[in-house]
């Protein structure tokens, strides 16, 4: 038998093949385009996520036949909090709207006034990067689409909706709407009604490692499958990576840098730190749950000064590391809010800044302060989860920032506790989907199915540049606080 996993990025959809060991037999991509209308706005064609997942599986089938008509089991890994919406005919209304859009902002301070007790229903403040939060903009700009509505999915939904037939979300990604109340793992009645919809309007709810439903008989046909082909719930593109990386249980962690940056901590329990924008949602395992710390702007902030730098981003990388303790100590301190912010901040009108710059600064000086404001703003959001009572011992290092030991090692020294870089990191969203779609086939434990790969590297805090570290994540700090109060009235929102 073999599996499948899909994970719905905001930049490419992944797909790899997995045998009965989760061993990869084969992978694939196919990119994505981000659409930016307005400033503040982030949008996707729901179609492109559908033609992507068709190009990307027309490629496994053909790197691997005899392996892709063995398959059993289908599992989907998602970009969270998009707003996918259909008509009772199911057709798509309008482009989806993403989870780095900062549109709703206002709208989160009208949910919040709307149902007072909000946090301690879905564990978490309102922020305009949720799905509720768009529902309410929705209502208010374009009440045509609004009133249109019959399904509100979040993007891989959409995808398990184009191969079931079925409407299902999973624990993990439905904790990430603010309609759900994540201590019960179901929908909340109040956060439906607050933005005028009803449990109607909401797909079906199961653990990600429970079917969903089936693969559609046409498609199976088409792909020369010979049986049945479960479809998983799925998870959250962080949930899935958990799972993929081994990290299941409480005290399990990981840090990826993505094109956003997550902290994630599993845990036994609910356990919100709204106050501070920490994520406490549902694990995509029963009776699981997990925290996360979220910056919007991780690796895209090194794209982002590449792009303007007009460099390679791994010339940039050389160039910072080749940097001498003086060098970096004189390197200029970088906010990395170009995205506004979440967690601890939960400000949307955040601003990325440079504060510092000479005329003696280069490329590898600002290299070096996106890098090291990065791993400032993870060490933020780890003192946000320990305010929650979350203490690490170590986590894993995902996401294609964990390519750089360099970065690795000015994460480590900047939270203090060693990261593990493990084999195939770089499809831990994808490969956690497969494993879910094993378990959702196979009825196996998780504990037997989703163990850590084999750790390559470890990069541990370097106590020699800890002074150096801390003084200037100080510096760092309370730049934020005096520039706190100047975001909102700034101007230069794209």
């Known amino acids: 038998m073999s599996y499948l996993g899909i994970d719905l990025g905001t930049s490419e959809v992944k797909a790899v093949l997995t045998d009965d060991d989760s061993t990869v037999i084969a992978s694939a991509g196919a990119r994505l385009r981000v659409d930016n209308p307005h400033p503040l706005w982030s949008e996707q064609a729901p179609q492109a996520w559908w033609n992507a997942t068709l190009d990307a599986i027309a490629t496994l089938r053909a790197e691997a036949p005899q392996a892709f008509q063995a398959l059993r089991g289908i599992g989907l890994s998602g970009q969270m909090h998009g707003a996918t919406l259909l008509d009772r005919n199911g057709n798509v209304l309008r482009p989806a709207i993403l989870w780095n859009d900062m549109r709703a902002h206002a709208e989160c301070v009208e949910l919040e006034a709307l149902v007072p007790d909000s946090s301690a229903i879905t564990g978490n403040r309102a922020m305009p990067?949720?799905?509720?939060?768009?529902l309410l903009w929705l209502s208010k700009y374009e009440p045509a689409v609004y009133r249109a509505i019959d399904k509100v999915l979040l993007p891989k939904d959409y995808l398990g909706w184009k191969l079931t037939g079925e409407f299902v979300s999973d624990m993990s990604d439905a904790a990430g709407t603010l309609w759900l109340d994540v201590?019960?793992?179901?929908?909340?009645?109040?956060?439906l009604a607050a933005t005028g919809l009803t449990r109607s309007h909401m797909p079906r709810l199961v653990e990600g490692s429970a079917a969903a439903g089936q693969l559609r008989d046409e498609l199976r046909r088409e792909w020369g499958i010979s049986g049945p082909v479960v479809v998983a719930g799925g998870a959250g593109d962080n949930a899935a990576s958990a799972v993929g990386i081994g990290v299941i249980q409480a005290g399990d962690a990981f840090l990826s840098l993505g094109s956003s940056g997550?902290?994630?901590a599993a845990t036994a329990r609910h356990a919100p730190n709204p106050q501070q924008g920490v994520h406490a949602f549902c694990h995509c395992l029963p009776g699981q749950w997990h925290q996360m710390s979220v910056i919007l702007s991780a690796a895209a902030s090194l794209h982002w000064l590449a792009g303007l730098a007009r460099r390679e981003v791994a010339e940039l990388v050389?160039?910072?590391q080749q940097l001498s303790p003086d060098e970096q100590a004189r390197a200029p301190l970088f906010l990395p809010y170009l995205n506004g912010e979440r967690t601890p901040h939960n400000n949307a009108a955040a601003k990325g800044v440079f504060f510092g710059m000479t005329p003696a600064h280069e490329a590898a000086h600002l290299a070096y302060g996106v890098m090291e404001g990065v791993a400032f703003a993870m060490a933020d959001g780890y003192a946000a989860l320990q305010a929650a009572g979350t203490v690490l011992e170590s986590a894993a290092f995902v996401g294609g920032g964990s390519r750089s030991a360099f970065w690795g090692e000015l994460c480590a020294t900047a939270l203090g506790i060693p990261l593990r870089r493990h084999a195939g990191a770089e499809v831990g969203a994808a490969l956690g989907a497969a494993r879910l779609g094993r378990l959702a086939v196979t009825g196996e434990s998780a504990q037997e199915v989703c163990v850590a790969p084999a750790i390559l590297e470890t990069y541990v805090?370097?106590?020699s540049r800890m002074d150096l570290t801390?003084?200037?994540l100080g510096q760092?700090?309370?730049?934020?606080?005096?520039?706190?109060?100047?975001?909102?009235?700034?101007?230069?929102?794209g």
């Open 183 to 191: 201590a019960r793992r179901d929908w909340s009645e109040r956060m």
């Open 262 to 264: 997550v902290l994630f």
């Open 318 to 320: 050389q160039g910072a």
């Open 461 to 463: 805090p370097d106590t």
């Open 470 to 472: 801390q003084g200037r």
């Open 129 to 134: 990067g949720f799905t509720a939060p768009k």
């Open 476 to 493: 760092y700090r309370r730049l934020y606080v005096a520039l706190a109060g100047e975001f909102s009235v700034f101007g230069g929102n």
